[in-house]
């Protein structure tokens, strides 16, 4: 973090506060959560057991959250601390609505949540994720028009985004990528873009993580000024505190193994260790002490501790008086509440900013130097080893050969650019629906077509410079159709890319299946294999290469071919001294007419763009899990 911005003092009372002024209590009880684990028998080294046969695999229940009990007030930092594994993250995942639970209750000043109440609540996950290329400024103006209501004017929004970078003193850098922020910017990042819909309740799980002491230190006194100043209900979950940090929080929720050890003043959780005979040490850190009590000891044995303070919590009389309350249930009331949608804005609306939000994205991402300088070089090559071919029997492979290599290294160029743009943007999309930002065919919809015309620039560069220099045809109209051509075999590539990249989760595993299907189509194309066996035959009408690479030589093999005595087609050459072109074209592979080439590549990026968001939706669930 820039020391100079750690001077620079931001005004809360900026940001204007949550509609609710008397703000909203956060309850919850006895919150239990078990999950389903798979047990698989293993033999040496952890390995599957050796023997012949599979062992059968057997499921075990697991406790994450055991009776949970804690509340949040407006106007106050709750931090839940614990050591790893205890349950904090699954505990902030149900009270932010993003993670299911099996038992208990959940109330928003004393009323039951519901999907509608969950909006008045911000969730600041531990990754700090984001479109990196995209400035500062831009990530908070791109969410206040996705997530704020259209009622508000564009002016409001902006003024609303202003406050809020002066507030959490990101001003001097409003302008620079996110890429070239620190830690500590990020983080302040991710709050601001929560915070841009003046949330009542603002949820931050582990706010701290990766940042130096300096930087948690000024950050967690912003959440101290975000819940006073503005009246907001603010919980944290943290690890490892500093003494002076530890102090500060209002509330403290202590957890271990999912269960609740302590919950009250941090002050007088010392206290609490006193009654217990587990005093912390003069001058030792709170929470270290805390910490050192619920971890067990590195060599194995039992923690008599940790079950000590699990056992005495359990028979505390605060503890009892909480689960008295959700038992009698008197406080807690389901009222009928005015329908409000789940999106803020409309389909379209969402369509125009995420389609402005992608193209500016993409622009920063593939007009990089490199690329530019890749294809102006691919061209020059191309360009000079195809150079000045005349339109003979001689150069009837050569021209073959510059038509295959340009569609295939543009196909398969958009298709894995094409296929990074879902599992690289999938965390994001995850995370930004699950604010309620907008629907997902509007960011699938935004997403293809503003990626389309960006990507169509650098081969349209190569062409320009590679095909005059072949200058096989020095015509302009069929310089335009081959062109035309290949932008739409580009396109068919990134539909096969869109398609895969949607459909499976993992990186690698897409990247294995892409390499494998498209270098089996790419077989299928008709250069390098004239004689396809009949039982894979089928196949070839679904190779974007063949439909590209046959409709790009219909555009410039369109008139009888000269023979020139090369003896490259002997057996054509009629009387005239000219091979008729049908004969031309059937001799080199060629099939079907150009208007059926072109209409197959058309269908393949329909149908490919259609299946990938098929695709998509059928993994958003996995997505969320």
């Known amino acids: 973090m820039r020391p100079q911005e750690e001077q620079q003092q931001g005004s809360i009372e900026s940001i204007p506060s949550p509609s609710s002024n008397g703000g909203f209590y956060l309850r919850w009880s006895r919150i239990q959560k078990t999950v389903t684990v798979k047990d698989t028998a293993t033999g040496l080294s952890g390995r599957a057991s ?10 075990s229940k697991k406790t ?78 791109y969410t206040a028009m996705l997530r704020l209501p259209e009622s508000m004017t564009k002016a409001e929004k902006n003024q609303q985004v202003t406050a809020i970078l002066h507030a959490l003193r990101l001003t001097k850098v409003q302008h620079s990528p996110i890429l070239l922020c620190s830690g500590g910017e990020k983080k302040r990042v991710n709050i601001g873009t ?4 003046n949330p009542s309740i603002l949820l931050l799980d582990e706010p701290t993580s990766g940042l130096d002491s300096s930087s948690a230190v000024s950050l ?54 006193s009654r217990l005979d587990l005093t912390c040490p003069p001058g030792y850190n709170a ?33 009892l008086e909480m689960d008295a309350a959700f038992m009698d249930g008197d406080d807690v009331s389901v009222s009928t509440e005015v329908h409000t949608p789940k999106y803020n804005t409309s389909w379209l609306t969402q369509y125009i900013v995420l389609t402005h939000r992608a193209m500016k994205n993409s622009r920063s991402a593939i007009f990089t130097p490199l690329n530019l300088i890749k294809s102006l070089a691919l061209g020059i090559v191309a360009g000079l080893l195809y150079f000045q071919l005349d339109y003979v029997e001689e150069n009837i492979n050569n021209i073959r050969s ?56 650098l081969p349209l560069l190569y062409m320009t410079v590679s095909y005059w220099m072949m200058a096989i045809r020095n015509e302009f109209v069929t310089f335009v159709a081959s062109i035309g051509c290949t932008l739409l075999s580009v396109m068919a590539g990134e539909a096969f890319g869109l398609l895969v990249g949607a459909s499976i989760l993992d990186l690698q595993h897409a990247i294995t299946t892409m390499t494998v299907s498209m270098l089996f189509l790419m077989l299928l194309g008709g250069f390098f294999v004239e004689n396809i066996p009949s039982f894979v035959e089928w196949a070839k009408y679904l190779s974007p290469f063949k439909y590209a690479f046959d409709s790009s030589l219909q555009l410039v093999v369109d008139r009888d071919l000269p023979c020139d005595g090369s003896g490259v087609l002997d057996e054509l050459c009629n009387e005239d001294g000219y091979a008729p072109v049908d004969e031309v074209l059937d001799f080199i592979g060629v099939q079907g007419s150009l208007g059926f080439n072109v209409g197959m590549l058309v269908v393949l990026i329909i149908c490919c763009r259609f299946l990938a968001y098929l695709g998509l939706r059928m993994t958003k669930t996995a997505d969320r899990a």
Request: proline content about 3%; some cysteine; glycine content about 8%.
């Open 50 to 59: 050796i023997g012949g046969t599979k062992a059968p695999e057997t499921t």
């Open 64 to 141: 994450i959250l055991n009776n949970c009990s804690g509340s949040a007030a407006p106007g106050q930092v709750l931090a839940i601390m614990g050591p790893s594994g205890a349950g904090k993250t699954s505990l902030m995942n149900v009270l932010a609505g993003r993670g299911t639970y099996q038992g208990g209750s959940l109330t928003i000043n004393g009323h039951l949540m519901t999907k509608r109440r969950f909006k008045s609540i911000a969730y600041v996950k531990q990754a700090d994720i984001f479109f990196e290329h995209l400035t500062v400024a831009d990530q908070l103006s």
């Open 194 to 197: 929560e915070l841009v819909t």
């Open 220 to 273: 967690l006194q912003l959440l101290q000024s975000l819940s006073r100043e503005a009246n907001r209900t603010i919980v944290t979950s943290i690890h490892q505190p500093s003494s002076a940090v530890f102090r500060s929080f209002d509330r403290l929720l202590m957890m271990s193994d999912g269960k609740v050890v302590y919950f009250g003043s941090p002050v007088e959780s010392l206290d609490y260790l």
């Open 287 to 319: 929470a270290d002490h805390w910490m050192d009590l619920l971890v067990a000891p590195v060599d194995g044995s039992e923690d008599l501790a940790k079950y000590k303070l699990q056992d005495a919590w359990d028979g505390e009389a605060l503890a």
């Open 402 to 457: 510059y038509y295959f290599f340009t569609m295939t290294f543009w196909v398969f160029d958009s298709m894995f650019g094409a296929l990074m743009a879902f599992p690289v943007e999938r965390a994001i999309v995850t995370q930004e629906r699950a604010a309620s930002s907008y629907h997902l065919s509007a960011y699938f919809m935004a997403k293809t077509t503003a990626d389309a015309p960006v990507r169509i620039c």
